[in-house]
């Protein structure tokens, strides 16, 4: 199983291979840097903006921390926090993902200086307040602008998740996301890519997103499961104007696609500093039509869809370059991180309710099968009930 933390991610010169319009958003050597914290900017109300809470261990790398946690208890956990609190901890798998936050933030005010409709990241952490000089000595040395802070002490998050009208939460506890998507509220597990960690670009979010029980629900996915393949096909081909249902993670999509729509106002859809993936084991012939009638009659679109009828999606993935990646499989999240792209796990719909014996067994039985009819082989790995 991946490890939460790490030892820093990297970031630098956007290399992906869609290269539209790229030199007149790559503005490094001009713009000014979008994560400083400057006097004059000041948070959004949260019902203006777009709320986007983490948890500390997935913003920071807390893993020696978390280790005297588990070891030694509370008590030498406060105290360690307290006699390092000068020492700022290092990125975890979210920073990146926050800083490109912070870049479409920039760009957003100096097209709309009035507006609050902005990104608005707010620590959302299980630590005791005693930690807070600690985590706020860290943000100021990374230069991040993150206002909001909720320790709460051990508590649950969700009500403060509410309040903040949160709109994606992330976090390394698989049980604590779980509560937050039951409460409907979009949330995903993070998890530590390995020692390969893929560049990402500093100027431009990118955001990729599986389709069933991410995008949408998992109804299709269970009658895959539950009938096999050919049933799968005839029922999407029955269904293929009948629009899916929604899935968890579809309203973010759709905040994602609101911030869009601000910088084509402006004439800048081809300098837009957020682009958006579907990567999906859907095949394009059979299954992909009621995907994307889906999408366009929510008034939704992806800027790039790739269908790969079973194929891994990890390869597309370091190609893409995301800041991070949703899906509801570990399988495929597990496929992602080995080649270096920050996968999040969405932990939704009926691939949770399968053993991961059988799974193995029905990855075996039906790998060759969902190449040969180009059907979506998704084969999931129930997320690990223990806190990562």
């Not at 909720?150 to 998050?157: A, D, E, Q, V």
Request: hydrophobic content about 35%; proline content about 6%.
């Amino acid at each position: 199983m991946m490890s939460v933390n790490n030892g820093g991610m990297q970031t630098g010169q956007d290399t992906a291979p869609n290269g539209t319009a790229r030199a007149s958003w790559e503005r490094t050597n001009t713009m000014s840097n979008p994560s400083t914290p400057t006097k004059h900017l000041k948070s959004p109300k949260p019902q203006n903006a777009i709320t986007i809470a983490v948890s500390s261990r997935v913003l920071f790398n807390m893993d020696k921390e978390q280790q005297i946690y588990e070891q030694k208890g509370m008590e030498d956990y406060l105290k360690y926090q307290i006699e390092h609190e000068t020492e700022p901890f290092g990125p975890g798998p979210a920073f990146p993902f926050v800083k490109a936050l912070e870049a479409v933030n920039t760009r957003l005010r100096e097209l709309y200086p009035e507006s609050e409709e902005l990104f608005d990241v707010v620590l959302m952490t299980n630590n005791h307040a005693h930690v807070g000089l600690r985590l706020i000595n860290t943000i100021n040395h990374h230069r991040l602008f993150i206002e909001r802070f909720c320790m709460t002490g051990g508590n649950s998050p969700i009500g403060y998740l509410k309040a903040y009208h949160t709109n994606l939460y992330l976090s390394a506890d698989p049980m604590k996301v779980r509560e937050a998507l039951e409460e409907g509220i979009a949330a995903a597990t993070m998890f530590n890519p390995p020692e390969k960690r893929t560049e990402v670009s500093e100027t431009q979010l990118r955001v990729a997103f599986d389709g069933d029980a991410v995008l949408f629900s998992d109804e299709s996915e269970r009658i895959f499961k539950a009938h096999g393949l050919d049933k799968f096909f005839e029922h999407e081909k029955a269904h293929e104007n009948t629009l899916l249902d929604h899935g968890p993670l579809k309203g973010f999509l759709e905040s994602l696609g609101k911030l869009q729509k601000k910088f084509y106002a402006k004439g800048q859809r081809m300098d837009c500093p957020i682009r958006t993936y579907l990567v999906t084991a859907r095949s394009a012939a059979s299954s992909g039509t009621r995907a994307l009638k889906t999408l366009r009659s929510w008034g939704l679109d992806t800027d790039e869809a790739l269908f790969l009828a079973g194929a891994p999606k990890g390869p597309m993935l370091e190609k893409i370059r995301p800041h991070i990646f949703f899906d509801d499989q570990m399988f495929h999240v597990e496929g992602a991180a080995e080649l270096g792209t920050v996968a999040a796990h969405v932990p939704y719909g009926v691939a949770q309710k399968w053993p991961q014996k059988k799974l193995a067994e029905e990855n075996a039985k039906d790998s060759s099968a969902a190449t040969k009819y180009s059907v979506p082989h998704h084969l999931p790995y129930p997320c690990d009930s223990k806190g990562q």
